[in-house]
């Protein structure tokens, strides 16, 4: 089975600043998914970033950036110039890409955000 | 486009009690996943409904039970509540290789 581990309960960044959320995950499938989803105290589950094991290329959206690592089974997440409005809860979370279909996310526990003007 | 919504967003049962929770998925999706989030945990898949009949399913006990609607709207079933029930309720809809989350059903159970 699938586990994903981020092994950071909590982290601090000042606004302007760059931060780096990291996550590992174990498998023993060559082709899968991995995601940041960010988590504001709405609740809501949102999208952060997209990466897809077979790219070689980093994921980037803006001011979010991953480093994936796939022989480390690593991949995190730079968040850069960071905003206020960045704080909340970030989880990583894998899929495998067999089968059709979407198939089950399988997150980690989640990193708390703190972000100070 | 509203997204995915979810409902009640918030409930509170007794132990023993039945509970039923809403969800329907963002315009366009047709496979509808439910998640439970404890309290300073990440979201634990319970299963998945794909045309009307469950597709995937999480290491929940048989107390934990679903439905898919003709138009993919679901539900979300539990009997027997237990203290431990008491979490956050995700409903998730998908098309392709990405899931688009509703803001959840807090429930708690006393």
Redesign the interface.
Known sequence: AQT?TQSQPEMSVQEAETVTLSCTYDTSESDY?LFW?KQPP??????VI?QEAYKQQNATENRFSVNFQKAAKSFSLKISDSQLGDAAMY?C?Y?T?ENT??????????TRLLVSP | DAGVTQSPTHLIKTRGQQVTLRCSPKSGHD?V?W?QQAL??????IF?Y?EEEE??R?NFPDRFSGHQFPNYSSELNVNALLLGDSA?Y?C?S???????????T?LTVV
């Not at chain 1, 709405?42 to 999208?47: A, D, H, K, T, V």
């Not at chain 2, 998908?94 to 959840?104: C, D, I, K, L, N």
């Open positions: 994903v998914y989803y709405s609740r809501q589950m949102i999208l997209r989880f979370a899929k890409s279909g979407f198939q089950k996310l399988v997150f980690g526990t989640g | 496979t996943s998640y300073g945990q990440g979201p634990q898949f998945q794909y597709r995937q999480g956050l995700l998730a998908s098309f392709e290789q990405e899931a688009f989350f509703g803001q959840g807090r």
